[in-house]
Structure formats: structure tokens, C-alpha cells
């Protein structure tokens, strides 16, 4: 089974624990890291600059429809940062344990 990294920000700390609280509760990812970052960006024509939060999501690459829709569903900003990365390696006790946090019943 294939691996992946999702990475997305958020507006502040409170919405960072929020999401991850979420998607690890429901199972869509197994770990949730969340630190703070000073993010410059382009929005509607101008350079602007925020206090952030990131969020690095480990997550089996099968699941990732289903983290894109619940991120952008729980997620305050109109577009929000959601990229995925594949784990091109990693040990496999790890990765199995990802397997296994991320299995939902039925």
C-alpha cells in the first residue's frame, strides 16, 4: 500500500488542533504534526504576509479524496494549501502502523 504526506496551513493554532483532532479521530490520517510558519503569498493581485499554522498529515495514498474533501470542508479559507506527497520510503513498522491507525470499520 502506498504512502503519503499531505501538507495544508491553517489560520491560527485553534483550527490547526481542530483539524487534526478531526481527521485523526475519523481516521483519515494516522498523525497530524502542526507548527507555526510566516507564510508570503499572492492573493486577489497583492503580495501578502500571515502568521500561520502547517499541518503535515501521514495518511495511506488511497485516502486521499476522501482528506481533500473533509479538509475543505472543516477548512476556514476560501482555497486552501492542500498538496500530497508520496513516501517513497520509510520503515516499515512506521508505514504499517499508518496502515493500521488509518483502518475505519466496515
Do not use: Q
Request: proline letters at 3%.
Amino acid at each position: 500500500m502506498a504512502h503519503i504526506a499531505v501538507y495544508t496551513t491553517v489560520a491560527n493554532r485553534e483550527e490547526a488542533d481542530a483539524l487534526a483532532e478531526a481527521l485523526v479521530g475519523e481516521r483519515l490520517v494516522a498523525c497530524a504534526n502542526a507548527f507555526p510558519i510566516l507564510s508570503v503569498y499572492r492573493w486577489e493581485g497583492e503580495v501578502e504576509k500571515a502568521d500561520e499554522w502547517a499541518l503535515v498529515l501521514k495518511a495511506r495514498e488511497d485516502d486521499y479524496d476522501l482528506i481533500e474533501r473533509r479538509i475543505k470542508e472543516l477548512h476556514s479559507y476560501d482555497v486552501p494549501a492542500i498538496v500530497a506527497y508520496r513516501i517513497a520510503a520509510g520503515s516499515s513498522d512506521y508505514l504499517g502502523w499508518i496502515d493500521e491507525s488509518c483502518r475505519r470499520p466496515g
